[in-house]
Structures are given as C-alpha cells and as structure tokens.
C-alpha cells in the first residue's frame, strides 16, 4: 500500500526569488534574506568546454583561470585578496556546459563584489607573461589529475562513451592543447562565448541596495551572440580497459546515457540511483561494504546536461575481487529490473533527496546555484512545490522502466582501469 506523505516545503521553506532581463541581455536572480548578514554573487557564462572546437580544446577553463591574473584596474593579488582580508571567498569553476565565478561576502560588501567580479569578465587583460606563466599552472593541473585514478578513470568513461564530441574531452585539455594557446587565439574564444545573452548573475543574501544598475555599469562585453551548441548525436557502449602505473586497485565504471536536465524521467533517474549508491543505507553501500567487505569506495554519479545525461556505478577494488564484485553487482541489478525494489525502500528515497533540498537551501551558496540553474536549464524557477510533487508521484513502475531501460545491454558501457602487471 503506497505510504501517505507529508509535504515537505509547502509551510517549511520556499525561494522568493525575483528576475529581470537588462536591456543588455544579461538576466539577474537575485533573492533577500535578512535574517544573514552575507551576500553569495555567481556569475555564470553558458559556455563550457563541450563548447569548444578541436582547435580550442581547454579554452574554457584556461580563460577561467586568466580572468583571476589582472585586469585595467586591479593586478592580481588585488583580485586575489580583495575578499580575503575580510574573511570571505573567491572562486570560480569550470564545467561541460557553464563556467562559473563565485563570491561570498559580509553584506556591506556586495556592491563592491559586484563590482569586482564585473572587472573580472570585462576588463581582464589576457597579458602574454601571464598566458605562459599560466600554462604551466595547468600543466601541473593536469599532471595532478593523472595521480588520480578515480578521475582518470572517469575521464577515460567519458571518452568511451562521446567518442567524437567535445564531451568526451577532459575539461582541462592536453599538454599540446595547452601550448598551442596563444593570446589571439584565448582572446577570440573569449569574445565570442562571453557575452550579454549568455551570462547570468544570481544574488542571494542580505541586499540593502538595488544591484541592477551597478550590475549593468559594470558588466560589459564586446557583442551579444552566441554559437549555437552542438548536440550529441550519437552514444557507446562496450568494454575498454586501460593500465595505469602505480595503483594498486582496478578502479571501474559502469554506465550509460540518462535523462537530461529537464526530462520527465529524472527524478525517477535519481531516485534509482540514490537507492543503488547515494549514501551508506544504499543497497551496493549495504552489499559491497557491509554483508560483504570487497570494497572501500562504491557511489552511483548523475550528471544531467540541457540534451543528454549520464549516469551510473563507480568503485575500486582489488584483481582478486573484481569478478566477484561484477557478479553481485549484476545480480542486485537483476533484481532491481524484476521488480525488487520496495514501497518502503521507495519511499525512504523520496525522503532523502526531499531531505536533502532543504538542508542544502540554507546555504545561501546552494540557493544561488538553484535560481541560476533553474533560470538556464527552464528559463524559470522551479518552485519547491513542483519539485516535492514530482517526487513524490513517482511510482515502483517508473522506477523499474528506467532500471530497465538504462541498464540495458545496448546501453552500458564498462570502462577499466588496472594496475600494470608487475
């Protein structure tokens, strides 16, 4: 019998968020929380590194890291410490679809935050000395990434499974990719990705002054187009394996193509694998590491894009135990596509993800990042009551169709890494 559920936002929580478009084309988010005393301002550029050509390989997150080495205004350890000295943050990342820079602040501070991160994306000065100091920072970013199984092995995935599309490509590009930048180069990638229509600014926090005319003085770009984005066309599946030096486990994914960003499937996509792998009550958590001691590391991942998503299972384990570990994973997911999943266990779902959306929302970094996704992704704010109904209407069947569909064999595939033989 299906459980009654009690609503979780309708008198706990909600985003009063407001938005406007500037005649410029950039749209502001912004939401007033009085009872903090801080401020947390992203900017985010819908541009990333599935963006880029094959000639601009790594341009996206290069470009994020020049906009922190100096502009006309201020030098770098200006940048650097403007925040700093007054306890807050600054940072910025770079993602497959959008690139992103962040800043917490007291919120006496925000218009000259606002103020700074506008200097940032218009006035950067892309120098030629601090193009090549910097490409041997992401060398050794780079070099960094190698020491690191686990995300070598989630690279070598993605490649497997976006042979051909940018998407495929780590966001960091090669050590060629990287010397082959050149000034004019970053700097015509630069004008024709950052633009009005293509930045979004979210404010949330304790605003005691009106941040639209000091966001449209200070965000100026050269044009307002775009290039379209390029959609996948076409997904693998299969088997690759890889050998690494130096590692003393095989790190393994198994997965495929999910839902995208706004389907109707991605809540029961998520639901499925918050059941499989999404915390220590999960049933690989439970099977892997606690009935049976054959691993340390075993998490399900969901990375939904505007077109496309991916999703899947992650973990390491010794050559001895690999096949074991294969055969029980394929097991409980057997079970899972006949039908093996309970009403409670469903229900016990729902509760974490839902639980989760309100503990994340009162950090004020977490709410910016919502508004700002949502207002990209849907083009408006998905509000927490459309969120806690979609949740909660989804039944066993939902779950068992996507279970079925996702881990059906045309559309998985496994890629490996393992340890050289000694």
Request: glycine residues 8%.
């Amino acid at each position: 019998m299906p459980v009654k559920r009690k609503p979780y936002f309708r008198q706990r929580e909600s985003i009063k968020c407001q938005k406007t478009v500037l005649d410029s084309g950039i749209t502001v988010c912004w939401e007033h929380l009085s009872h903090i005393k801080s401020c947390t301002v992203a900017a985010v550029i819908n541009t990333g590194g599935r963006d880029e050509t094959k000639e601009s390989w790594g341009y996206s997150h290069f470009i994020e890291h020049m906009l922190f080495k100096g502009t006309s205004k201020r030098g770098a350890f200006e940048i650097a410490s403007a925040l700093e000295k007054k306890g807050g943050y600054l940072n910025a990342m770079t993602g497959n679809e959008n690139t992103w820079i962040e800043a917490r602040c007291l919120d006496y501070q925000l218009p000259e935050v606002i103020e700074l991160v506008g200097d940032m994306l218009s006035n950067s000065k892309f120098t030629k000395n601090s193009i090549e100091n910097e490409k041997e920072v992401v060398r050794q970013e780079i070099k960094n990434s190698f020491d690191s199984p686990e995300e070598v092995v989630f690279d070598r995935f993605f490649k497997d499974v976006f042979a051909g599309h940018q998407l495929g490509k780590t966001i960091l590009g090669d050590y060629k990719s990287v010397k082959n930048i050149t000034r004019k180069k970053l700097l015509d990638h630069f004008l024709r990705h950052y633009t009005y229509q293509n930045t979004y600014i979210g404010v949330v926090g304790n605003i005691y002054v009106d941040i639209l005319p000091i966001i449209q003085d200070n965000f100026i770009f050269q044009i307002n187009y775009s290039p379209l984005r390029r959609h996948v066309t076409s997904a693998y599946s299969g088997e690759s394996f890889y050998v690494k030096k130096g590692i003393e486990q095989i790190h393994f994914v198994l997965g495929g193509i999910a839902p995208n960003v706004v389907s109707d499937d991605r809540y029961s996509f998520q639901i499925l694998m918050n059941l499989l792998g999404g915390g220590l009550s999960s049933r690989l958590f439970q099977l892997l590491r606690e009935k049976n001691p054959l691993v340390y590391n075993v998490y399900t991942f969901y990375y939904p894009y505007f077109d496309i998503g991916v999703g899947g299972i992650y973990f390491s384990v010794t050559q001895d135990n690999i096949q074991r570990v294969e055969k029980l994973i394929q097991s409980e997911l057997k079970k899972i596509c006949d039908g093996g999943i309970t009403e409670q266990e469903l229900e016990f779902s729902k509760d974490q993800i839902l639980g989760n959306i309100i503990l994340g929302l009162e950090s004020s970094r977490a709410r910016v990042s919502k508004i700002l996704n949502d207002h990209i992704y849907r083009k408006k704010l998905l509000s927490l009551d459309k969120i806690e109904k979609a949740v909660s209407s989804v039944k066993l069947d939902d779950i068992n169709k996507v279970a079925c569909d996702f881990f059906s064999g045309d559309n998985i595939m496994k890629t490996y890494l393992t340890p050289k033989a000694r």
